[in-house]
């Protein structure tokens, strides 16, 4: 090989990997330039073409172009959205403008990289031909989960409530009206009904876990369980109310509460007990009435109540989670998500939202099986919470690295409340020192 | 080519040397000989760009601290010491080694008795098909099966009901899911290693057996002193193959393990696993930087297996 030859190849080499690296990063041609009208808005949606919510999506697309001749460039990314938007961010350029995902997560990724822009303006622009602005329809709970510093970052269209007790109304109608408020009178309604009546997939972590999580909550209040969960050494799990928490959380396995095969099933199986009235509550979210539909028994009649407190006096949370419009920093198209959010919390569209999801908007209509869900969630006496008390945003990993695996062994009666304690307090502490 | 062995080194008018040029070597041998250059250089180009590149770029990325997006940030070796001051770490690499030899003594012991068996057996090629099906179907698909099977009240246990055991084993349940989790790698791997090893036995002369026989040796003689040796070399090939597969396992045990949105249980996780949730957290911001490291590091495994299971299984060539 001459010495021209071996540059030659050399130069090949390395400007193929260039184009290979830098590939990600070209622009996509906006037309978003200095002082070019820019009429596109590029959009990676969180939905996956075909789902409920994508075809209302569509719909709003449709509209949003005939009205303003803004274009909508769609990609139907789907749940595995953050991994693929990560990369298209190196760019000072980003190839993407508006992304919707779910606010905790974007106040945990695209907000703590400074990837995220304010769209706080939004929240003053009025809501296309209903004369009043997007923060007067919003519910100000759902809202909150977005901002973050005191600035908007996500906004919400969709709700979800996390963890509430869910039934079969058609089977126990009386429990609408008297529903348990404390942990005590839920307690003796899971011994009325039976040894086995509590469906749990408990090798899906959050799914055990949450017990804990909302009877640590309740014990300690909004934000209780997110002040211990930053607490360097740990002790301030070593808190009564913690340990009084985790008292009450092994009572269920204790006592038999939980159908059989809860802590050794693949997911669904229990839920699916739960659908054929093989169990009678089941702890879940709001996503739950969607997910057993193919295969629930004829007739069911999806209803829930909120968590109850552990003590009186305690509160009920309700975790709530939102997944919301975000606006990608230093992209061109940046004024059109703007705009594109305003409209598409527009009633018509929250109403659809409302057939298949919790909407954001509190006037909206929702769909029999999540009456009770927006009934909660106006519910002055029930308390708003984030999900896991805002410890996935604000300490990303220690609830997958710390404290889920120890609630879980704690729930499904594989692990004595003191000890659960004591693993939890000297685990974050390591943890802890672990991540300098 | 024994021309090359009598190279002569040319020099110009300044005495600085030439090309070599093979004696007796004409213009177009010389032209033909340098053309696979020419051959070899868009492959090598595409090589470099996918593959060495990006791994000279893990590399470094394994000693930055990086989001994936904004600036890297040089923290040295700092993700390699917190990686292996993590409980969570050890206890991956220990699911691993778990998977690599633990499932490998399984798959290998199962395919040599099944080579055993099958050998002559009549329908073979029939039965050879059905054991290596379960190759084919995608983990997904396994993943749901696996769950049908071993779930509380799943054909496994129902099975074990019948047969008279009131209290069948929680195969899923936090003691035993890992060792069910390495009974279905073992499940999906024994088809392809058998018809592997099923393919080198079929093509050991048939006298070698006809002397054993008139010798007087049982069947497993035969498979020790006959099959087993004539095959080596390919034992010693797939043993690489597995080494540096299971180590990269993935998809199984996140199928098998987890829900939409969730990771599984840090107490199965494996280093892919490992890598992985750095990389893509549930929450929070991605950790390039401790991925890379991690990614490094099978790297490093993956170069130490192959040359061990090289040299362990290392022999003399046999020709047949």
């Not at chain 1, 622009?27 to 939905?47: H, I, P, Q, V």
């Not at chain 2, 004539?230 to 034992?235: E, F, G, N």
Request: include cysteine.
């Amino acid at each position: 090989m001459t010495h021209t030859t071996r540059v030659l190849a050399s130069v090949g080499v390395f400007a193929t990997a260039a184009l290979v690296i830098t590939g990600c990063s070209t622009d996509a041609g906006n037309g978003g330039g200095d002082g070019e009208k820019n009429d596109t808005l590029r959009y990676m949606s969180y939905w996956t073409e075909g789902e409920p919510t994508s075809d209302i999506m569509k719909e709003a697309f449709d509209a949003f172009t005939e009205e303003t001749g803004i274009k909508v460039d769609v990609t139907w990314q789907g749940r595995d959205l953050p991994n693929v938007l990560t990369p298209l961010l190196t760019s000072s350029n980003p190839t993407v403008d508006m992304v919707d995902f779910g606010c905790a997560g974007v106040g945990s990724s695209l907000v703590a990289t400074g990837k995220a822009a304010d769209v706080s303006s939004v929240l003053g622009e009025e809501v296309p031909g209903e004369g009043k602005t997007v923060e007067e329809t919003l519910s100000a709970d759902a809202l909150a989960t977005g901002q973050f510093d005191g600035a908007t970052y996500c906004l919400p269209f969709e709700m979800t409530s996390n963890f509430d007790i869910w039934y079969n109304a058609a089977e126990h109608p009386d429990w609408a009206d008297g529903a348990p408020t404390t942990w005590s009178e839920f307690m003796d309604l899971v011994g009325e009904t039976g040894k086995g009546s509590v469906a749990l997939d408990g090798t899906i972590q959050p799914y055990a876990s949450a017990w804990y999580i909302n009877l640590a909550v309740s014990a300690t209040g909004k934000g209780g369980l997110l002040e211990a969960a930053q607490d360097e050494t740990g002790k301030a799990f070593e808190a009564p109310e913690f340990l009084a928490a985790a008292e009450a959380a092994a009572e269920l396995a204790g006592t038999g509460a939980f159908a059989d095969g809860f802590a050794a099933s693949k997911f669904p199986a229990i839920q699916q007990k739960w659908a054929n009235n093989d169990a009678a509550l089941i702890l879940n979210g709001s996503w739950l009435p969607a997910e057993v539909a193919p295969y629930a028994a004829e007739g069911f009649e999806y209803s829930s109540f909120p968590f109850p407190a552990l003590e009186k006096g305690d509160i009920q949370p309700m975790q709530i989670d939102t997944i919301g419009f975000s606006a990608i920093e230093g992209a061109a198209g940046v004024d059109n998500a703007k705009k594109f959010m305003a409209f598409f919390l527009q009633k018509g569209y929250q109403d659809e939202i409302g057939q298949i999801a919790v909407p954001a908007r509190t006037d909206a209509t929702v769909v029999d099986s999540l009456a009770s869900v927006q009934a909660a969630l106006a519910n002055p006496d029930v308390v708003k919470v984030a999900a896991n008390d805002g410890t996935g945003a604000a300490v990303p990993a220690w609830g997958q690295e710390v404290f889920d695996p120890l609630a879980q062994k704690l729930v499904l009666g594989e692990l004595a409340p003191k000890d659960f304690i004591s693993q939890l307090v000297q685990k974050q502490k390591e943890w802890y020192e672990l991540q300098g | 080519m024994s021309a090359t062995a009598t190279l002569v080194t040319p020099t110009d008018a300044k005495g600085r040397p030439q090309r070599k040029i093979a004696p007796g070597e004409s213009a177009f041998d010389r032209t033909r000989r340098r053309s696979y250059r020419l051959f070899v250089a868009p492959a090598l180009i595409v090589f470099a760009a996918v593959l060495v590149v990006p791994t000279l770029f893990s590399i470094y990325t394994s000693f930055t601290q990086w989001a994936g997006t904004g600036p890297m940030e040089f923290v040295g070796f700092d993700n390699y010491v917190r990686m292996f001051r993590n409980p969570i770490f050890i206890s991956s690499m220990w699911n691993t080694f778990l998977i690599v030899v633990g499932v490998g003594i399984i798959v290998y012991a199962i395919a040599f008795a099944l080579t055993l068996v099958l050998q002559n057996t009549f329908g073979r090629k029939a039965i050879r098909s059905i054991i290596f099906f379960p190759t084919l179907i995608p983990g997904i698909v396994i993943s749901v099966l696996w769950g049908f099977l071993f779930n509380p009240d799943g054909l496994v246990n129902s099975f074990l009901k019948t047969l008279g055991i009131a209290e069948p084993p929680a195969w899923l349940g936090s003691q035993l899911i890992f060792p069910t989790i390495m009974l279905g790698l073992a499940w999906l791997s024994v088809g392809t290693y058998t018809v592997i090893l099923l393919a080198a036995a079929d093509r050991i002369p048939k006298e070698y057996y006809e002397v054993a026989d008139l010798a007087g040796a049982s069947a497993f003689q035969r498979f020790r002193y006959v099959t087993l040796p004539l095959m080596w070399d390919l034992v010693s090939v797939t043993a690489v193959l597995w080494c540096v597969g299971a180590l990269k396992t993935f998809e199984f045990l996140l199928l098998f393990s987890s829900s939409a949105g969730t990771l599984p249980s840090t107490d199965i996780w494996n280093i892919a696993i490992y890598s992985y949730a750095q990389a893509f957290p549930t929450n929070g911001i991605a950790k390039f930087g401790a991925a890379a490291a991690c990614g490094v590091v099978m790297l490093l495994l993956a170069l130490a297996l192959t040359i061990l299971a090289r040299r362990v299984m290392r022999s003399d060539d046999i020709e047949y």
